[in-house]
């Protein structure tokens, strides 16, 4: 068949097609000296290939080589034709021809352009310009064959190969010179064998015992005393198995899939055993053979076997019998098969393995892990650690990728980044984050990866290396796959790297996040995570600045395009980021699509959830705007879908259902909730009554009470019965579902103290309330409660509050069933330092004298453990406070650079009645923070403060003195002043401070008297306190 009858495909590669261009054009031209124009980071002025016809040197032709993405489905358009033309203009010496060569079919558009511009250019004495198509370039080739043998063997003549071959044959001469230079070489390799080791040395192998999963967690290389700690994977038994009756086996599985641990596990069962373990030290020696056992059975390991010379192995194996067995370790490409009979660790297997085992002890996991992330613990903000373990099991293809996810290596991404600089290979891990991100961590070939980084001036070897580098790392899943071990890596890691480079590093990421935000084959949802990173994703820095504002508008463009529900949801999400980059977008991304905006909200559907955030930025950024856009949408519609809500869109209907009311159109919100079906709503309460339902009935009925509170009551009255039986079967959790309707719509809960005169809750909510609990029991509830976790004790405590409010009688009854030792052993070890959850939750038990009692003796009881003691547990709990002072100990009046004015003050007013000189040894220790705090900018921060500070000054004069002579005298006078103007508590604390530091000599003094002569009225202290 003839080479022009056959389907011949383009390079995959857009590498190898410049490579295929190049020999190419060097036979058509006939000039062996054409070249590639400079290497990829250098300008190349629109040529990647140049030489002259027929070598004479005198006349220059250049091709530019176009193969428009990976799948070469596109084409150069007509825009890029001309950018191209231009940018050859500077190449010099001037062309005389120029050509584009592409992959894509021949256009007939782009053919005539050519020639009308040839004319033209022609005429000014300018290059002609050509348009190569694939077709075109299979025409070139077919008078090629040299070209047609290199690139496309498989369609090469078989007549041409064997006139080739026969050329090739040598002459005499040439044979003897070839025997000549063999034996030379020969010699060589002989000298190389010799520089491996000439006899193999057989190590004995220690399990030594106290190693955890730290190494693992960290990524290092695991060895013998690892088999202890890690999981047992179920091939060891395999091995076993097999050594007993073949006396050797091979274990085979990719990098990083646990085959080492595996034979290691295997090894220590041996040992167990009283037999003894060597381990070959280098497996590229030449001379091994298996020692004499002198009649000890022993076990002849072989990691890295894949290094071994294959007859070396061979020889061992076949030595092999009962007492010299060998085990032999390789590494394997996934997916091959070329170590038949070799036991093949299943990576998934061996992760689900690991995750099951470590769930079974999950305290001494969360010791281990929480030395690398200590963000993971069982505290109420903290990572819950079975999540974390479940969701490494999730992502994990290989063990090692599990190791990095439930050691939280995202952790570690500011040093991966300074290495990844140092190995070259910091823009590839970029590119390789950045899509990631964009693509909803789809798998990625590296082939999409290089094609974003050659735009950018990487070359192919240098992206080679730096792939390399990052999979020897483990830093990607590996060649085949260019992920990274999790996509929240992805996201720290790309800060960090922008972080560290200088302006031109920086410029080039940013040019490729740009390439990135305007290619359609990434899905909104993704370019919204990038987005979202890129302004949020670090505490350091905001990139905000990386998008262009050409970028802006074409994304925003596309957006404005999305059709279906999910996909619209994410494209208001993208506008939601795009709005928040600069308030000057509002009005120029949503005015000129207001309509289509209100149409999207008259059918708010799956998109209502991302709806609401752009609605929500809009009305910050341009409130006449967001009235406009819900002015203009359809409150029938939007009824309608209001009253046709489901579990599915629940959260995202109640959301944008608030945001809308925020805007306030009282017309339009008076004409949507006439249509809104009420009976529809309210024959919910019978319909969502379990699980998750419940906790968006709450919600729903707490977005209703900004649109008709009366309708709300009645449904949360019709829910009472389900509410019950809610707080029955679990009340922690239970409540944690009712949480919206106690608060929102009962006003039965009120953590801030908010609900007070008119609007505290009237009869009816409080004897909803009331009938919410009337099914608890004591007993139950108290045997429940103590089944908490540590991230619970917040919950349970909010919970115990409405008890107590609402069956006082009952809450009296529960605490005579509570086991105090048990909540003893449940706080633990926080005893120590005792979180802010722990002490509400001990407070909440105190607020009846019974619960007080058992409280006080709890503190009694570990208050020696305890370093600092809480002013709200002191407060509680004030005998104990007392003994703690008088120990030496300190009160802790200052946690996180906030200073507890209210329970401190309260403390210490406790320990003032007993013995006021204890007061001037517990301040000492804060009066560096304290100065910090009494110069704060405005009134907010001296809440509740005027009772410390009065004993502050009074009690401990020397320390008053010293706090006041190291505040920041220009921002404490903005503060004090702002004080000054406000209520009565504010007032009183800023005239204390003022009459406190009036006699002191320097800068605070002189604040005081300025304070003083402008304040002459609210800067004298009152004579008692205000409350």
């Known amino acids: 068949m003839d080479f022009l009858d056959k389907q011949i495909a383009p390079p995959k590669d857009w590498v190898r097609f410049e490579d295929l261009c190049l020999a190419l054009f060097k036979q058509v031209w006939n000039d062996p000296l054409a070249q590639k124009n400079g290497r990829r980071g250098q300008r190349q002025n629109g040529v990647d290939i140049f030489g002259s016809p027929a070598s004479k040197g005198d006349v220059y032709w250049g091709v530019q080589c176009k193969a428009p993405d990976t799948r070469y489905g596109g084409g150069p358009t007509l825009a890029e034709l001309e950018a191209e033309v231009e940018k050859a203009e500077n190449f010099s010496p001037k062309l005389d021809r120029w050509i584009l060569a592409t992959t894509a079919p021949r256009d007939a558009t782009l053919q005539q352009f050519a020639r009308e511009i040839s004319v033209e250019r022609r005429e000014k004495d300018l290059f002609s310009v050509h348009v190569l198509g694939w077709d075109e370039i299979l025409d070139l080739l077919a008078g090629a064959p040299d070209v047609i043998s290199n690139f496309y063997p498989e369609h090469s003549a078989g007549v041409d190969k064997v006139i080739r071959a026969l050329r090739s044959l040598p002459l005499q001469e040439e044979s003897e010179r070839l025997i000549r230079a063999m034996r030379k070489l020969e010699d060589r390799l002989d000298s190389v064998e010799s520089m491996a080791p000439a006899q193999g040395i057989w190590a004995p192998v220690e399990f030594e015992a106290g190693r955890d999963l730290g190494p693992a967690l960290m990524g290092r290389p695991l060895g013998p005393s690892d088999a202890v700690a890690c999981p047992r994977l179920d091939e060891a038994d395999t091995v076993l198995a097999q050594l007993e009756v073949a006396y050797s086996v091979r274990i085979a599985g990719e990098p990083g899939a646990g085959k080492s641990v595996c034979a290691y596990q295997a090894a220590l069962t041996l040992a167990r055993a009283g037999k003894r373990i060597l381990r070959l030290s280098d497996p590229r020696s030449l001379a091994v053979g298996l020692n004499d056992s002198a009649g000890e059975q022993t076990l002849y390991l072989v990691d890295n076997a894949h290094l071994m010379q294959p007859y070396v192995l061979n020889a061992l194996e076949e030595a092999a019998n009962p007492d010299r067995m060998v085990l032999s370790i390789h590494n394997a490409v996934r997916g091959s098969s070329n170590l038949p009979g070799a036991i093949t660790v299943d990576a998934q297997r061996a992760v689900r393995t690991i995750a099951s085992a470590l769930r079974t002890d999950l305290h001494a996991t969360l010791r281990v892990v929480r030395r690398a992330d200590d963000s993971v613990g069982e505290r109420m903000l903290d990572i819950d650690l079975s999540k974390r373990i479940d969701e490494a099991a999730i992502k994990a293809t290989v063990p090692w990728q599990f190791c990095f996810i439930l050691g939280g290596g995202w952790r570690r991404a500011k040093q991966v980044a300074r290495n990844a600089r ?62 990274c071990p999790h996509q929240r890596f992805s996201a720290v890691v790309l800060s960090e790297i922008l972080a560290i480079q200088d302006k031109q590093g920086r410029k080039r990421i940013a040019g490729l996040i740009n390439r990135l935000l305007t290619n359609h084959d990434y899905p909104l949802a993704g370019l919204r995570l990038l987005l979202h990173e890129l302004r949020f994703g670090s505490i350091n820095y905001q990139w905000n600045w990386i998008v262009q504002d050409a970028v802006i508008r074409r994304l925003a463009s596309r957006c404005w395009q999305a059709q279906d529900g999910e996909e619209r949801a994410f494209a208001a999400l ?137 309708l709300a009551l009645k449904m949360a009255e019709d829910f009472v019965p389900a509410a019950r039986e809610i707080l029955a079967r679990d009340p922690v959790d239970g409540f944690r579902k009712l949480d919206n309707i106690a608060t929102s719509v009962l006003r039965a809960f009120d953590v801030l103290g908010v609900y007070v005169g008119v609007h505290a809750p009237d009869n009816r909510r409080k004897a909803i309330a009331r009938s919410m609990c009337s099914q608890l029991d004591a007993k139950l509830v108290a045997d429940q409660v103590l089944k908490i976790r540590k991230r619970d004790f917040q919950a349970a405590a909010h919970f115990l509050h409405f008890f107590f409010d609402w069956a006082p009688r009952k809450f009296s009854a529960m605490l005579a069933y509570i086991k105090w030792d048990e909540l003893d052993v449940l706080i633990g070890d926080d005893w120590e330092n005792l979180t802010h959850e722990a002490l509400v939750l001990l407070g909440t038990f105190s607020m009846n004298p019974p619960g007080r009692q058992r409280i006080q003796e709890l503190v009694v009881r570990n208050l020696d453990r305890i370093e600092q003691l809480p002013p709200r547990l002191a407060v509680i709990a004030p005998e104990a406070a007392l003994r703690h002072a008088r120990n030496g100990r300190y009160l802790r009046l200052v946690q996180y650079d906030h200073v507890d004015w209210r329970f401190g003050g309260l403390a210490l007013a406790v320990i003032c009645q007993a013995e006021p000189d204890l007061l001037q040894s517990l301040f000492a220790p804060f009066e560096k923070q304290l100065a910090k705090a009494l110069s704060a900018p405005n009134s907010s921060f001296f809440d509740e403060s005027e009772l410390l500070i009065r004993l502050l000054l009074d009690k401990a004069p020397d320390c008053a003195r010293r706090v006041l002579e190291h505040l920041e005298i220009r921002v404490a006078e903005n503060g004090w002043m702002d004080c000054l103007r406000k209520s009565k508590g504010h007032r009183a604390s800023a005239a204390l401070l003022i009459e406190g530091a009036i006699e002191i000599e320097g800068p605070v003094g002189d604040m005081a008297r300025r304070l003083r002569k402008r304040f002459p009225k609210s800067s004298l202290p009152p004579a008692r306190l205000t409350r």
């Open 422 to 483: 140092v190995a070259g290979a910091d823009f590839v891990l970029a590119a390789i984050a950045a899509h990631q991100m964009a693509s909803r961590d789809a798998p990625a070939h590296q082939t999409e990866i290089i094609e974003h980084c050659r735009s950018f001036g990487l070359s192919q070897s240098d992206f080679g290396n730096a792939l390399g580098w990052l999979v020897s790392e483990r830093l990607i899943l590996g060649e085949d796959d260019c992920r």
């Open 574 to 710: 993208v506008l939601e980021q795009l709005l928040g980059i600069s308030e000057k977008w509002a009005r120029e991304l949503i005015e000129p699509n207001a309509k289509l905006f209100s149409a999207w909200i008259s059918e708010p559907g799956e998109s209502a959830y991302g709806l609401k955030y752009l609605l929500n930025v809009l009305a910050q950024r341009d409130e006449e705007l967001a009235r406009e856009v819900v002015s203009a949408s359809d409150p029938d519609a939007v009824a309608e879908a209001f009253s046709t809500i489901e579990p599915k869109n629940a959260y995202g209907i109640c959301e944008l259902m608030s945001t809308v009311g925020n805007v306030r159109i009282q017309d339009w919100n008076a004409r949507m909730m006439a249509m809104v079906d009420k009976d529809r709503l309210r024959s919910l309460a019978q319909e969502w009554t379990y699980g998750p339902d419940a906790y968006r009935f709450a919600k729903l009925c707490r977005t209703l009470v900004g649109w008709d509170e009366e």
